[in-house]
């Protein structure tokens, strides 16, 4: 489903994952919220970032929580800023007024809970003071 996304308003239902939820508020003012950001990933495990800025926060903030799989539609997807992408795609999702989420109660058990990519142990230099990405955890896989 995220995998088949187009650059428009017309995007099919997606059936995702709210994998991570947070809060970006302006850094000169913590009571100015700048918007939510949500990393969004469906059964298949293809990952998106998606935003909801002010006022349709005020809309959504109760009807989502984190780890639950929700219907999404009449969402906008657009080009993922260039200033940081907290998934490997090249787009993403913006929450409109139009845009309507319904909790998910009969969730496969192979539904898909977290967006990672792995980095090979060797190219983790090239990652300090870049702001494109994140590193969340670091570790080894001594053994499978």
Known sequence: QIA???????????RIRISRLWEY????????????????????????????????????????????VYLLTYYRVKPCTKHYWPVDNKLAITFTWWSTV???VDVPDNFAQYAYSLTPFNELRSL???????????GI???I
Do not use: W
């Not at 990952?47 to 002010?54: L, Q």
């Open 25 to 68: 508020h302006d850094q000169n003012d913590e009571t100015n919220l700048h918007h939510i950001g949500l990393v969004l990933v469906d059964q298949k495990g293809s990952s998106i970032a998606a935003m909801i800025y002010p006022p349709c926060d005020k809309k959504f903030k109760p009807l989502i929580t984190e780890g639950k």
């Open 141 to 143: 896989i001594t053994e």
């Open 4 to 14: 088949s996304l187009e650059l428009s308003d017309g995007n099919p239902t997606l």
């Open 102 to 104: 319904e909790e998910c």
């Open 128 to 138: 300090v003071d870049r702001k494109d990405s994140f590193t969340d955890v670091i």
